[in-house]
């Protein structure tokens, strides 16, 4: 059985840091490309960040680039998401999603979802 388990939400203080990880099982993520996307209460479900299986090639929405940073340990089946200088804006239920490097960036193209960490970042 294939699982994305993300860790690391909590509450946070504007300006904070938090290391968010999805620890991957059931099958090797080679050849997938790993996302980050969040959901805030009443709002559609948004991409945050990803990175490629090829080459490990980093995209961020325009939001966050700069102060998040997706990186990938293939050994351990692992994608972390550091966050730094925190707004309240970014207060959201984080997933984990994986799909194959060949697909589009669509949210209906990843093959498996996390079942989400909530961050709360607070003014």
């Known amino acids: 059985q294939v699982q994305l388990v993300e860790s690391g939400g909590g509450l946070v203080q504007a300006g904070g840091s938090l290391r968010l990880s999805c620890a991957a099982s059931?099958?090797?993520?080679?050849?997938?490309?790993m996302g980050w996307f969040r959901q805030a209460p009443g709002k559609e479900r948004e991409f945050v960040a990803r990175i490629t299986w090829i080459g490990s090639f980093t995209y961020y929405t325009d939001s966050v680039r700069g102060r998040f940073t997706i990186s990938r340990d293939s050994a351990k089946n692992t994608v972390y998401l550091q966050m730094n200088s925190l707004k309240p804006e970014d207060t959201a239920v984080y997933y984990c999603a994986a799909r194959s490097d060949y697909k589009d960036n669509q949210l209906y193209e990843y093959d498996y979802w996390g079942q989400g960490t909530k961050v709360t970042v607070s003014s």
């Open positions: 059931g099958r090797t993520f080679v050849g997938y490309t």
